[in-house]
């Protein structure tokens, strides 16, 4: 009996295999040429044959002289080239030094980059092994704040808004003389720009998206401004906790479709690394989880604290250790405002009027004071029907502005002509991939 089991236990000794990823034994079925590892899920491919001979200086000892094992015990290995201790701040290839030479298979080496003055603005590019950003955008300038606005009026179709190209400029004016952006380092998309890379299309929207994400460092402040059209669709993919995706619709969405929330939080909010901060404000219908980041403000508890909700999903939608800091017009069921409540004159976006005026008024000390300026104004402000369009449908994928309508009622979202009340009904939102304390400084 017992040299049975020795013999049974030398079998299955034998058809033990080790996963290369969690380095778990697995034991294969008899002539199985595969396993799947019962830890990760690897697949590991089961070794048939006799075993390969060690490798010099490795493997176990020699025990016995039967032929094939047991050989005479090899020479030591040749000794290897020292290596220099490692240095975590020396610089890496790309990055302030020359990259090393390539194979002559490769393209042939470039010279080595000129050495820049000591005045010479800072660019990431200049040393950088990642490629340079497509043509006309620019690249990160001093100071190391990064911007991306985008308007889009849909000027000649039956969908035109009226306010988003003055949201995108007085966006961009907001952030050079508040905020101290550099122009060099803010992207703007519209209609208008003669340079037809810097049309909000749905390519160039994506391209400039990813431009916006590219080559960060800790330290790094990033802003994303949207004013157009919003929709929703229906969520086929089971992340959203009422079925509809809310999207964004380039210039071209009746061609090449809408921009849905999944693609925007894979473009935007993955690659943000630790240290880098993003504040986006989005001024659209159905725009409140439209970044789909897993945390929204959901108001004050009994004691005044933040209350945040977090919205759990089976695919991840936070950064990659970073911070992103969304402020939307509406929640997803509203609809956000094309108006001229505020200038009489010039339309305007709603939600983007209430943030610059917050900050220009001063009253954006915190978050929560922030928010509350945005909501206490948007509430309080003299509008009609006559007045103010939706920033929302449009046709496509996305709900229709009669749809919209009819979901809140006939113009339930103004509160007038006839009605002395005030304000609009939309209710400007906050997103974050991270909980934090309201009462935090806002600084951009």
């Known amino acids: 009996t017992r040299e049975k089991e020795k013999e049974r236990d030398h079998r299955m000794a034998a058809n033990i295999v080790q996963c290369p990823i969690c380095h778990c034994l697995v034991s294969p079925p008899p002539g199985a040429p595969i396993v799947q590892c019962g830890n990760c899920r690897n697949p590991v491919r089961v070794m048939t044959g006799p075993p390969p001979p060690s490798a010099p200086g490795y493997g176990a000892p020699s025990f016995g002289s039967a032929p094939g094992y047991g050989a005479p015990s090899l020479p030591p290995p040749p000794p290897q080239p020292q290596q220099p201790p490692y240095n975590p701040y020396a610089a890496a290839p790309g990055y302030g030094v020359p990259p090393p030479p390539q194979p002559a298979s490769f393209a042939p080496p470039r010279p080595p980059p000129p050495a820049a003055a000591a005045s010479a603005p800072y660019n990431p590019y200049a040393a950088s092994s ?29 969908a035109e808004l009226k306010g988003c190209l003055t949201d995108a400029r007085c966006m961009k004016y907001m952030l050079e003389k508040r905020f101290n952006f550099d122009p060099r380092s803010i992207l703007m998309l519209t209609e208008e720009d003669p340079d037809r890379t810097r049309h909000p299309t749905r390519h160039n929207i994506i391209e400039a998206m990813k431009w916006l994400v590219t080559d960060l460092r800790p330290g790094d402040s990033l802003f994303f401004h949207y004013s157009g059209h919003g929709g929703q669709q229906r969520d086929r993919d089971g992340d959203e906790i009422d079925g509809m995706d809310e999207t964004i619709m380039p210039l071209d969405y009746r061609r090449a479709g809408e921009i849905v929330d999944d693609e925007i939080n894979s473009l935007l909010v993955n690659p943000i690394p630790p240290g880098v901060r993003m504040h986006a404000v989005v001024d659209a219908c159905h725009s409140g989880t439209v970044l789909d980041l897993p945390y929204k403000w959901g108001g004050r508890d009994f004691s005044g604290r933040a209350q945040w909700q977090h919205h759990p999903s089976r695919i991840y939608k936070g950064t990659a250790g970073g911070q992103v800091i969304c402020f939307s017009g509406c929640d997803d069921d509203q609809t956000s405002a094309d108006t001229t409540a505020f200038s009489k004159t010039t339309s305007n976006g709603a939600a983007t009027y209430a943030f610059i005026q917050a900050v220009e008024a001063g009253r954006a000390g915190t978050y929560r004071q922030l928010m509350e300026s945005m909501r206490d104004l948007l509430k309080s402000a003299p509008v009609s ?19 919209s309508l009819l979901m809140q009622g006939a113009f339930a979202m103004f509160r007038g002509p006839g009605d002395k009340s005030r304000g609009f009904s939309q209710i400007p939102q906050l997103t974050a991939a991270n909980a934090f304390d309201l009462n935090d400084r806002f600084v951009v």
């Open 130 to 158: 990642l490629p340079p950003p497509p043509p006309s955008m620019p690249a990160f300038a001093t100071g190391r704040r990064k911007a991306l606005i985008i308007g889009i009026t849909y000027k000649g179709t039956s």
């Open 385 to 403: 029907s006559l007045s103010s369009s939706l920033l929302g449908g449009g046709g496509g994928g996305g709900s229709s502005m009669l749809t």
